[in-house]
């Protein structure tokens, strides 16, 4: 390449300045929009956003209009495969997956890829590895190919997680004090150590939603939000950078080359970093010239699309629904009123989302990250590993739950449906005084993938206090609020823990598969006491996602403008003004705070055993 011209690849782009379907509105045919005979007048089509999220389970697409009105949504699954703490996707499978729903999205919001004018991709923080001419690279014991990608809630690098921590590196400070194994270093780690064909034959490693925008564009630019947030990469190096007007050649500089040395990678600072990201660009930054040829005859769009970079899938949630306000005409509130404000992005583990002007640390909270999902603000983000997956995982395990199935199945409800049902008529039945009082005598811990957050301790176990012979149905529903019961505890924990270290977090936004469970919803907000605000479109991953193709495509100047004008509120959650509920929740909170005190103190006692 000579030295006068230089790709977007190797550039370090800045921003420039400063459940159901909808109804749809008449259309005309395909065929006929933007026909020009000579005589009749162009009909100028719709613009609209298209966001991609690939979660653990499926990929997920969403058309939104510039309303920031979900139009239509399909979903198709991933196959994953799961022994023990090893945890493992194919690439190749995900980008079919993600073709075979943005097709069938595009079907169902009867929109023609003419009419896309950005697209962004959101994922979950898996690993994944690729060779010189992007062919997927295994990180699997068994050797097969396909297996190229480390889910994010893959635990294989315990050990090396505990080995990085002990180097004290000055980039743990932002990090909560300690990586996570499901960070990227520590699994990094374990594949140099563990896998050394591997590690000589990968070309690229790259966060799941970076590694969907380089295989539309072919540009390799990673994002801040991953690269912040997963591998240590120190975003307020590019502070300065922030208000320029233009993309710069600037190699990325927020990587701390002495932290991998240190840990054993500096085979990863070799050639300006190429191997992990060369050029790292704000969410949302146009890439490359758009969407390949190749690419967009996969999914059925037009090439050239604009495709802004990535954002994790947590994140994304965060940017669609943080500027949701109830009055569609009162966007131009408290400028602040973000700063009060966590998001709550619920699935198969829920993340934590706040945002501050000042860096504020906090241990055994992710953060701050500077940028990493609200452009100029510090994130800080709190985790539970496990919560959807939690559920499930005490429901599909419970004796009564195949015919609580086959019940849900007959009446095309959802399980939580029978379940929450379950527990009114109990509550009649035991004439409790509240549906909260039910487990009163059923206690759990949720920790069944070690604690996220705040105690940040993969090695926490899940705790049931309380159990019994009973295999009824009505067992498991208390149960199952017990559990949802455990999860909302710790939120709150969280909560009060960043309250604790400067956060003011007041209000709480939900959205997420969870969201729609209005049990789920109100015993947060009872247990935790803060209003909860569920967005006018819960897919707010997707819009979030769209709304990365939108600042793309220069429709917005900024995310933030982007945010305000699409994000928008619909019902809020109110807690329980009955102060016999709050006093019965501060006691098992409290409960809640012994059964991870008893479980070290059980873990102290069994290590002296051993020893």
Known sequence: MSASRISLSETAPLLGQEQSFQSLPTRFPSSAVGMDSGTDAVIPRQSVFLGVDVGTGSARAGIFDESGKLLGSSSSPIQIWKDGNFIEQSSTDIWHAVCAAVKSACSKANISGEEVKGLGFAATCSLVAVDADGSPVTVSWSGDSRRNVIVWMDHRAVEQAERINSFNSTVLQYCGGSLSPEMQPPKLLWVKENLPDTWSMVFRWMDLSDWLSYRATGDDTRSLCTTVCKWTYLGHAHMSQYNEKDSRDMEACGWDDDFWEEIGLADLVDGHHAKIGRSVAFPGHPLGSGLTPIAAKELGLVAGIPVGTSLIDAHAGGVGVMESVQDSDSKEIDKEMILNRMALVCGTSTCHMAVSRDKLFIPGVWGPFWSAMVPEYWLTEGGQSATGAL?????????????????????????????????????VDLKSPFLAALTE?????????????????PKSKGVIYGLTLDTSEQELAILYLATVQAIAYGTRHIVEHCNSHG????????????????????????????????PRENESVLLGAAILGAVASRKYSTLQEAMKSLNAAGQVIYPCTEPKVKVYHDAKYRIFGELYKKQLSHRSIMAEALS
């Open 441 to 457: 005598d059923t206690h759990v811990l949720p920790d069944f993938h070690g604690n996220r957050s705040p105690i940040s301790d």
């Open 503 to 534: 956060h003011k977090i007041n209000t709480l936004l939900a959205c997420g598969g969870l969201a729609k469970n209005s049990l789920f919803i109100q015993e947060h907000a009872d247990i935790i006491g803060c209003p909860i605000i569920l």
């Open 391 to 427: 559920l499930d995982h005490i429901i599909q395990n419970h004796v009564a739950s195949p015919h609580l199935a086959n019940r849900a199945a007959s009446q095309n409800i959802s399980v939580f449906d029978i379940l929450n049902k379950l527990l009114e008529d109990l509550m």
